[in-house]
């Protein structure tokens, strides 16, 4: 019930507030931006729809201004499957588009403003990582065929611009199990990425750098990498090769011009995140002696010019301003900047004054700045040392809570584990802060951007230290009266979903738990899962089918007597990298036991939601499902959902 306060404010309980947010505001209000490249004087980047089913397209606009235009319009979507994670969807290069659609997994070449023209057949064929040389008439790319039985292959290949490409396109390297990031210099260097099983990119990788002869990669040499580094992101810059390493325990900037490496600037920070993706773009050449790079600083991302030459790093971000893809030339460059109190954008970046102008910031949604919960940063001690996040307070420009009331906790765990949870604006987060909920956004033991020490904390203890992080980091909060100790909800997805079912299974500070595509049975993920992610839980858990009992011991699926909240599942029917029969299980086996549990199957979707319809019902699920468990009355008129064993 609410009712006015004296001055003006409305006084209602916590999770009842009635947010400027609305549901639809997180599917046709919100829409996703990526991948900036600049080619001449045009700026390109990737626009995603959830109200299109998740489809992405191409834009263009001319630096100096005017409108944009779409590329590649429906029904075409700009997105790909190597690694089952995909990316490095399009090149632009000398007014050349190459670029892959999902719906067919061919590669599409648009040129001098016709109409898209096929440059592979159809087939059992992957394409990503696409790097355009119209001036030797190829077009690089990371292949992944599954045309045999068993693991897919992957390789990096050469498509002639002319077509068609029949085979495939030529193949340039093999042997290894995983390629990235093909390089080539102008006078025909190439350089890229590789790394076999068990590795992940994260763990163990190698630069190479060959010759480009005709069709061959010749004197190929290891430049740096292997025994337990991470060397990552090659570009060219003139005649040196700039990488990435996390060699002195930071991903720092390297420069090889032949011989050794030599650090560009040796800091406690990082300029990269884990390559989960293909086509990353943690940073970008400006020219011979200039790199527009991020940084992140135990959290704390910017954006900076990194001088070659003298090793000068010289911010260009206002604090709390970072990028998720940059891009640069001699005469502009370009970034999708993130922003804790306002939607991400993209924008350009004058070179000369090092100032930012928008370009196009596609978010309709509106937000009163006094209802925007402002990230904070906070620590905790941890049993391997101390913990990161980001607390979250409940905001809202017009509506409090009682005196003596304090706001439920939804304590978030980000996937991976090997991700990061930064302090941009995040609709979806706002969507439950100005509903009068706290959100705790845990970096737990694990996650990137505190160093290759953090990160291999979890190594071989996934599921006991980082569950441990967030139940410790909850009890801070709840220790410090910021929420409530008897209204706490853990919530993630995929890895996060195991985290939120251990956290469960082994402690009864969370009162419910929320749980998106979440793994239940490390078993039945070892034996099902995609070739990327195969051989992941060797470092986090250990060798299988060796460690069969730690999987057995470690899958919240075994330990279910232990379980003691209500649990919601949500699923996607096509998910390859977490099986839907993971949460069916879970399901069934909360039934049994007589908890309160709630599980609805999205026909259709894969690992992550993406169709607007989905991110609508699941979101209407969680409101239901919570109203329900903490025995409040949403604003919203959500539909109710049925809850096994409640109703």
Known sequence: MTRPYSDGMTIAPYGSWPSPISIQDLTSGSIGLAGVQIDGDQLYWLESYADQGGRTALWRRPLAGGPAVEVTPAPAY????????GGGEYAAEAGLVAYTDLGDGRVY????????????????FRFGDLRLHPERSLLLAVREDHSGGGEPVNTIVALDLAGPNSGGGTMLCSGADFYSTPELSASGRLAWTQWDHPNMPWDSTVIMVGNLTGSEVLDAVVVAGGDGESAVQPRWAGGNLILLSDRSNWWNLYR??????????????????????LGQSPYSVIDDDHLLCTVNRSGAQSVAILTISSGAL????????????LAAGPRAAAAVLTRPDRPPLVAQLDLDQRTWHEVTSPSTVTLDRGSVSRPVPISWPGSAGPVHGWFYPPTHAEVSAPNDARPPLITLLHGGPTGFAGAEFKIAYQFWTTRGFAILDVNYSGSCGFGRAYRERLRGRWGLLDVDDCIAGAVTLAERGLVDPDRMVIRGGSAGGYGTLRALTRSEVFTTGIVLYGIGDLETMVRDTHKFEARYLDGLVGPYPAAQAVYRDRSPIHHLDRLSAPLLLLHGTEDRVVPPNQAEALAAAARAKGLPVAMIMFAGEGHGFRKAETIKVATEAQISFLSRIFGFEPADPVPPIMIDNLD
């Open 78 to 85: 700009v997105r790909n499957r190597v690694h089952e994670y």
């Open 109 to 124: 070449l648009i040129a001098s403003g016709a109409d898209p023209r096929a440059l592979t057949p159809p087939g059992s």
């Open 256 to 277: 090889w011009a032949g011989e050794s490496l030599h650090p560009l600037h040796a800091t406690d920070a990082e300029f990269t995140l884990p390559q989960w993706n």
């Open 314 to 325: 010289r911010l260009v971000s206002e604090p709390g301003v970072a990028a998720t893809s």
